[in-house]
């Protein structure tokens, strides 16, 4: 089945304990990407990657990291967590980055920090 | 750089009833023009886009309407249905900005029973 997994689906953490939210697709996507949603803001880009090795910032990156060593994986990686980070987490992937292609979502991560 | 508005915010429609919400963007080569539906507790899906080289799309009880002019795109849903409840996202993206999508803050749909 095709699919966008993540991992963990919910996670309370404590401030300043470094986590990482795995996010894996098997359609083998060139663009993956993972937005943040927070209550009357929408979805908003933190990190996108148009192939492996190739990432760049979205809108609001500050905060966060992410690498893509391989085609599947796109983690996302918070070293210092805050509680303005507290938020539904949402990776995506679609088909190739050189057109306009459906954006797969994955189910969400909500995490807390206190 | 672009930016998506979306309105309204909230939408409350009497089930059977026609909903329309609305979406202007700002960046006149924009190009692309998707809808997402997110049910609650769920993630965002596709539900129909439109590219900038047709007017209208439909698809059974939703259609997608461009004005390019006046830098706007409707979503239409007619004979309404309490499936159709959920939070909708417009969003736009050109060819040239690595294909971004630039997302609208999204609309409460309310179908009242």
């Known amino acids: 089945e095709a699919q966008v997994t993540q991992n963990p689906r919910y996670l309370i953490t404590v401030t300043g304990k470094k986590l990482t939210v795995t996010c894996s697709q098997n359609m083998n996507h060139e663009y993956m990407s993972w937005y943040r949603q927070d209550p009357g803001l929408g979805l908003r880009q933190i990190y996108y990657s148009m192939n492996v090795e190739v990432t760049d910032k979205g809108d609001v990156p500050e905060g966060y990291k992410v690498s893509r060593k391989e085609k599947r994986n796109f983690p996302l990686i918070l070293e210092s967590p805050s509680p303005n980070q507290t938020s539904l987490y949402f990776c995506?992937?679609?088909?190739?980055?050189?057109?306009?292609?459906?954006?797969?979502f994955g189910p969400g991560t909500r995490l807390t920090v206190t | 750089g672009e930016n998506v508005e979306q309105h309204p915010s909230t939408l409350s429609v009497q089930e059977g009833d026609s909903a329309v919400i609305k979406c202007t963007y700002s960046d006149s080569a924009s190009n692309y023009f998707p809808w997402y539906k997110q049910e609650l507790g769920k993630r965002p899906q596709l539900i129909i886009d439109i590219r900038s080289n047709v007017g209208e799309k439909k698809d059974q009880r939703i259609a997608v309407t461009l004005n390019k002019t006046a830098k706007h795109f409707s979503l239409h849903i007619t004979e309404t249905q309490p499936e159709d409840s959920a939070v909708y996202f417009c969003a736009a993206s050109r060819w040239d900005s690595n294909y971004q999508l630039i997302w609208g803050a999204g609309t409460k749909l309310i179908i009242k029973p």
């Open positions: 995506a992937s679609s088909l190739a980055s050189t057109s306009h292609y459906e954006q797969y």
